[in-house]
């Protein structure tokens, strides 16, 4: 489905009926990557996902990305699907987004889920890598992107075995135009910190991370469970960047006895 929202032509995915749950995904991916989970809780929940602008069937226009941007394109489909509150999960670069939606939206957020993501802004380090990317990414499309996520979103082991993930997740990312990549790259390097967010947020929260993520590893995102009162933690074992598709059963577990305790 697809609607416009702040001028640009969203895709999104709205299955089931029930509480909603709003599923933010991550760099250089979209709303495909959470297909494990709409498939095992639709039946129980509303599913809402959606494609940021620059990503899977959304337009992906040369202008504007930020990450506040994306929490008012993610706010306006809300707007749009007249959904006044919901769960919101957000993977890597969309916890960033949905730290900011939180600051910007709080009453709208039931309950947070956030996984393999962090709090801090990019260090000067962090954000010439992206600098690079995002030049690489200019001078020989999507190849380089590839070559340099792939290892940090799927395990050694499911790189070697498991070819029909790695497949996924390539035609997510090789599905990427320039203008989006460049569009995310930019965004995150000049996201806000959102370590003073932490201890704002009241509403209930799960922390996640994949035992073998190397972009955002466990002992790092623990830091947030730490920073949020009464936020839970729990690490995917066997998975790495992306656990609700490396691991989508002990994913969803963590996921629905969550969703169950809000009651
Ligand atoms: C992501 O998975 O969204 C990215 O690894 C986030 C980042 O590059 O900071």
Request: negative net charge; glycine residues 8%; charged residues 20%.
């Amino acid at each position: 489905m697809k609607a416009r929202i702040n001028g640009v032509e969203l895709a999104y995915g709205d299955r089931g009926t029930g509480t909603p749950v709003v599923f933010i995904h991550g760099f250089p991916l979209n709303r495909r990557m959470w297909e494990p989970q709409v498939e095992a809780l639709s039946d129980r929940f509303r599913i809402i996902t959606v494609d940021l602008r620059g990503h899977g069937e959304s337009e992906a226009p040369l202008w504007h990305y930020s990450i506040d941007q994306f929490a008012d394109d993610v706010n306006g489909l809300l707007d749009h699907l007249s959904v006044q509150q919901a769960v919101m999960v957000g993977l890597s670069m969309g916890g960033y987004v949905l730290f900011t939606f939180y600051r910007k939206y709080t009453g709208k957020v039931r309950a947070m889920v956030l996984t393999d993501t962090r709090a801090q802004a990019d260090t000067e380090e962090v954000r010439a890598g992206r600098f690079n990317m995002a030049q690489a990414a200019y001078a020989k499309g999507t190849g380089p992107i590839l070559e340099a996520m792939l290892p940090k979103l799927l395990s050694p082991t499911s790189r070697e075995t498991r070819a029909d993930l790695v497949e996924r997740v390539t035609s997510m990312v090789t599905s990427m135009q320039l203008s989006g990549i460049v569009g995310d790259l930019i965004a995150m390097a000049e996201r806000a910190d959102a370590v003073p967010v932490l201890k704002e947020i009241t509403c209930p929260t799960l922390v996640l991370v994949g035992e073998l993520d190397p972009a955002t590893p466990p002992e790092e995102v623990r830091g947030i469970a730490e920073g949020i009162r009464g936020a839970r933690f729990e690490v995917i074992p066997g998975a790495a960047h992306l656990p609700n598709l490396e691991q989508p059963e002990a994913f969803n577990r963590a996921l629905v006895s969550f969703l169950d305790a809000l009651g």
